[in-house]
């Protein structure tokens, strides 16, 4: 699903508006319809008090015109008008003219805290205030104002975004932003319903249809994309009858130490299990006997050296390399990565102590074969790129890092996002039950076997990703989020894999129940 920006969306309504000949009132009465029938369809004409809140520019006429149709079905509705300017939008007095047309009661006009009205944790609360057209400071009354819509407790619904945010920027004070249990967003989700910093300001959210042309959403090409089954399943790859495990490449695991050879074991599986058709280990000596007992489908090459990995040499073609886990960071250890950088010329997957090791010496990061990829967790991500001032400012110098080196950064977290040069793909499986140690190493595991099927490197990235959240969201259902494992990922990959291709339940009809 393509995630637009502020801009696309704006362009967007004009485009609709020019080709469907209509006017952006008549968009607005649209888009606000579609909330009203969100809500209508829920409520289904319950009396709890619905308070609208509207801005003075188009969230707020998209408030103004929900607030009429809901007055019109007989809703117990209170529509305020937040007065936080003297300019009005030409869409907004159209509606506000409108509402005045079915009820006696009109908004009421807000311009300081004493106008406030009591609302009860039973009430429902509808944002309308500024959606994604803030671009000035709140004044204080405001910031009070969705200060107060939180200490209610009331449920809140936001319009489009929790009004407050931006798009592009990460809020100065958290008690300046609207708290929202559910915002409907139109036409596509917003980045930042997804960035740890943002996320939280809204705690689910929905896309409603509003109808834009359908010519400017099929050919619009955004930065962001959203990553799902239905965008994952044309990457799929079915297998033919007449293939062999030479037909799935061979992936090679370097890594481990003492003590830590469970890493390698980890990632070993989750390379043989996504597909890989044949995988090896290269590992200390102390690693020898592990491996055997615990992976027999591996191949097991062993260094010189008992405890740590000292000299890389290995007599096998490998179709790709992972490289990093558990390996540690010794002098000899990296001395060894630097002599191999110099001489690979295979596909390349780091992860862990590899990336630390890029992190110290930087002028490695020349040596990479382009497309590598990199899967850092937050804090290895800042070693590399550096620190950020906020979550937008991460992606951006991401992006950088990316194109200077030509690289894939796959950025590990509840929405692990991939970043290849300007294009950013969001990840919409997994969740808190992969907060465990190991799970990273299956990460690099899966996308070096999906790297050794021959898919390209950004599928290879955004696939592994995908079915390694898709794992543990199925497995989670048998385990739960505490009880999860790194083992429990591997060993439901091949029910991601059939995921894949089962339709949704469809609802019972009323004979069935």
């Not at 090459?301 to 008992?306: A, H, P, Q, S």
């Not at 906020?390 to 950025?411: G, H, P, Q, R």
Request: hydrophobic letters at 40%.
């Amino acid at each position: 699903m393509k995630i637009f920006s502020k801009e696309q969306i704006y362009e967007g309504d004009k485009l609709t508006a020019e080709r469907q000949n209509i006017t952006s009132t008549d968009l607005m009465e649209r888009a606000a319809t579609q909330i009203f029938n969100w809500m209508h369809m829920r409520m289904q004409g319950a009396q709890v008090p619905v308070h609208v809140f509207c801005g003075i520019g188009n969230n707020g006429g998209d408030g103004l015109v929900l607030a009429r149709h809901l007055i019109t079905h007989g809703y117990n509705v209170k529509t305020y008008v937040v007065n936080y300017s003297d300019k009005r939008s030409k869409d907004f007095l159209i509606n506000y003219d409108r509402i005045k047309g079915v009820t006696k009661e009109w908004p009421t006009l807000m311009t300081r805290e004493e106008d406030f009205p009591e609302i009860h944790p039973d009430d429902i609360i509808v944002d309308a205030v500024f959606g994604i057209g803030l671009n000035r400071p709140l004044v204080d009354w405001v910031k009070a104002l969705f200060k107060h819509f939180r200490n209610t407790k009331a449920y809140t619904l936001s319009i489009d975004i929790p009004s407050g945010l931006q798009t592009d920027k990460v809020p100065e004070n958290e008690d300046d932003v609207v708290w929202a249990g559910y915002t409907l967003s139109f036409a596509s989700p917003k980045l930042l319903f997804f960035l740890p910093e943002t996320a939280k300001y809204t705690v689910q959210w929905e896309v409603l249809d509003i109808g834009l042309d359908p010519e400017f959403l099929q050919t619009t090409v955004t930065e962001v994309e959203l990553i799902g089954k239905h965008e994952v399943l044309p990457m799929y790859v079915p297998r033919q009858k007449f293939s062999h495990k030479g037909t799935f490449g061979h992936s090679l695991i370097i890594g481990g130490s003492y003590g830590k050879i469970g890493a390698v074991t980890l990632a070993s599986r989750g390379a043989l299990s996504a597909g890989a058709g044949l995988v090896s280990a290269f590992v200390p000596k102390c690693g020898y006997n592990v491996l055997q007992s615990a992976f027999p489908e591996a191949m097991v090459i062993t260094d010189v050296n008992e405890e740590k990995i000292t000299d890389i040499q290995f007599d096998i073609e490998p179709t790709v390399i992972g490289f990093g886990i558990g390996i540690g960071n010794d002098t000899k250890t990296i001395a060894a990565f630097e002599a191999f950088l110099k001489e690979n010329k295979m596909p390349l997957v780091i992860d862990a102590d590899g990336l630390n090791i890029l992190s110290k010496k930087k002028a490695l990061l020349k040596l990479l074969p382009e497309s590598t990829i990199l899967t850092p967790h937050p804090k290895e991500l800042e070693r590399l790129i550096g620190a950020w001032k906020d979550d937008f400012d991460k992606l951006e110098k991401a992006k950088t890092f990316s194109k200077k080196y030509k690289v894939i950064v796959v950025i590990k977290g509840a929405n692990t996002i991939t970043v290849l040069g300007d294009k950013i793909y969001v990840n919409t499986t997994g969740n808190p039950g992969l907060s465990t140690a190991g799970t990273g190493d299956v990460l690099m595991g899966i996308i070096t076997g999906m790297l050794s099927q021959d898919y390209n490197p950004l599928v290879a990235s955004v696939f592994g990703v995908y079915l390694h959240g898709k794992s543990a969201d199925i497995a989670v259902e048998d385990f739960g989020y505490q009880s999860l494992i790194a083992s429990h990922v591997i060993e439901y990959l091949g029910e991601a894999y059939i995921d894949l291709f089962k339709q949704p339940e469809q609802p019972q009809t009323q004979e069935e129940i």
